[in-house]
């Protein structure tokens, strides 16, 4: 498709639960980046895929994080044992590559009570 | 390291005011992109440049690559440019954002 479809749209979760989000990219888009963002500040990086290929992982907090792009699936981000600091957006975000177009989809919220 | 600066970080305009935001940066790029995100949430992108300048309306954007600076321009400003406007650098393919600017136009 043309846009880059997240869901849910909105995840409530209680603190410890797991939370999954998803992320269908543009198709021939082959980057998809995860970012993170904390009450409308700035966008925290997660970690991004060339393809089914983890290109920069820099940005995730690997011991509760974790993140997918398989083929013919959409990506997935997912939280084991979410904490209270975890509520936010997670926005998805897909390009061809390069110096490129960068097409972000409408965001997760997550909350986490 | 991000090194992607904007300023100012807020903004308060009346109708019709010029607007200028700028962006600086201090590594090679391969492009930077002006992002606009709505108070609700959605995020737009608006231009991607690597040299020169760009039009698009009321919207204008140009980069300066030796000083390493961009700036985005709204002509004839109107409450509804009201928005947070980021910058982001291209740097082989990642993507290092500025922390934004929150424009606020006054009817």
């Known amino acids: 498709g043309e846009e880059v479809a997240q869901t849910p749209k909105h995840l409530v979760r209680g603190e410890g639960q797991k939370a999954k989000l998803y992320c269908a990219p543009i198709k021939g888009h082959s980057y998809v980046f995860w970012y993170q963002q904390v009450l409308k500040n700035e966008f925290k990086f997660l970690i991004s895929?060339?393809?089914?290929?983890?290109?920069?992982e820099t940005g995730m907090p690997k011991e509760r994080f974790s993140a997918k792009c398989l083929p013919n699936s959409p990506c997935s981000l997912e939280i084991q044992a979410t904490k209270l600091e975890d509520s936010a957006v997670y926005f998805c975000?897909?390009?061809?590559?390069?110096?490129?177009?960068?097409?972000f989809g409408a965001g997760s919220r997550l909350t986490v009570l | 390291k991000n090194e992607v600066e904007q300023s100012p970080q807020n903004l308060t305009a009346q109708e019709g005011e010029f607007i200028t935001i700028n962006c600086s940066y201090s590594v090679g790029i391969s492009a930077l992109h002006w992002l606009q995100q709505h108070p609700g949430g959605g995020i737009v992108s608006l231009f991607m440049l690597s040299s020169g300048k760009k039009k698009h309306g009321r919207l204008i954007a140009t980069i300066n690559i030796q000083e390493k600076h961009s700036s985005l321009h709204i002509t004839a400003s109107h409450p509804r440019d009201s928005a947070v406007y980021i910058c982001?650098?291209?740097?082989?393919?990642?993507?290092?954002f500025g922390t934004g600017t929150s424009l606020t136009v006054i009817p």
């Open positions: 975000a897909s390009s061809p590559g390069g110096a490129n177009v960068l097409t």
């Open positions: 982001a650098r291209v740097t082989g393919n990642q993507f290092y």
């Open positions: 895929f060339q393809n089914e290929n983890v290109f920069d």
